[in-house]
């Protein structure tokens, strides 16, 4: 397993649409996602797609227990959202690619869905919670956005001039 660089907005990759993945779930795939995990853990965060590491795939990891929980990694291949719940849920999210910004985003509050788990086999699972939020999220990153889209111009352009700033002192510690 290996620690893998995140990238941070505005990365322009970060805008790419993620390719499924053809054919079975290989070893190279789940090598792929054991990578993911472990830079989750580290970051610390709470879920991880493919393309935060540069990897245009459509393949999410993610482990929603508590700290006072056993681990619980799950994984998602080829995800896709079967049903959207007509209410709505708002929690203050955050990104890995976005770093400290966080702020409130509405979602259908529960969503059934399809993937591919680790080993390839086709589950279906309703979810709710953080792990309707979570997913929903990291769904996002796949077809190229990310949470701060969904805010008002007004923020957008405040969290804009907050990344410039971080990216600003971070050179500067760097030179
Ligand atoms: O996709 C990402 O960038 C990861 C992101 C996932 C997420 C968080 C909150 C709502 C929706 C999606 C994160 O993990 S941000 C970090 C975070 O939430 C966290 C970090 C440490 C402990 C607990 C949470
Ligand atoms: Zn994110």
Same mark, same amino acid.
């Given at each position: 397993?290996?620690?893998?660089?995140?990238?941070?907005?505005?990365?322009?990759?970060?805008?790419?649409?993620?390719?499924?993945?053809?054919?079975?779930?290989?070893?190279?795939?789940?090598?792929?996602?054991?990578?993911?995990?472990?830079?989750?853990?580290?970051?610390?965060?709470?879920?991880?797609?493919?393309?935060?590491?540069?990897?245009?795939?459509?393949?999410?990891?993610?482990?929603?227990?508590r700290d006072d929980e056993p681990k619980?990694?799950?994984?998602?291949?080829?995800?896709?959202?079967?049903?959207?719940?007509?209410?709505?849920?708002?929690?203050?999210?955050g990104c890995l690619s976005v770093p400290?910004?966080?702020?409130?985003?509405?979602?259908?509050?529960?969503?059934?869905?399809?993937?591919?788990?680790?080993?390839?086999?086709?589950?279906? %699972?309703?979810?709710?919670?953080?792990?309707?939020?979570?997913?929903?999220?990291?769904? %996002?990153?796949?077809?190229?956005?990310?949470?701060?889209?969904?805010?008002?111009?007004?923020?957008?352009?405040?969290?804009?001039?907050?990344?410039?700033?971080?990216r600003k002192l971070a050179d500067e %510690?760097?030179?």
């Amino acid at each position: 397993m290996a620690l893998r660089p995140i990238l941070i907005a505005p990365d322009p990759r970060l805008k790419e649409k993620s390719k499924p993945v053809e054919g079975p779930v290989t070893d190279e795939h789940r090598r792929l996602m054991d990578d993911m995990l472990e830079t989750m853990y580290e970051a610390p965060g709470i879920g991880l797609a493919a393309i935060q590491i540069g990897e245009p795939l459509r393949i999410i990891v993610m482990d929603i227990s508590r700290d006072d929980e056993p681990k619980a990694p799950r994984y998602f291949v080829n995800p896709e959202i079967l049903w959207r719940s007509e209410e709505l849920f708002a929690y203050e999210e955050g990104c890995l690619s976005v770093p400290e910004i966080y702020d409130d985003v509405e979602r259908p509050a529960r969503v059934k869905l399809r993937y591919l788990d680790y080993n390839g086999k086709q589950v279906e %699972d309703d979810c709710d919670g953080l792990y309707a939020v979570c997913i929903q999220h990291e769904m %996002d990153h796949l077809a190229g956005q990310v949470f701060v889209d969904y805010l008002s111009p007004l923020k957008r352009e405040l969290v804009r001039k907050k990344l410039a700033k971080q990216r600003k002192l971070a050179d500067e %510690d760097e030179g």
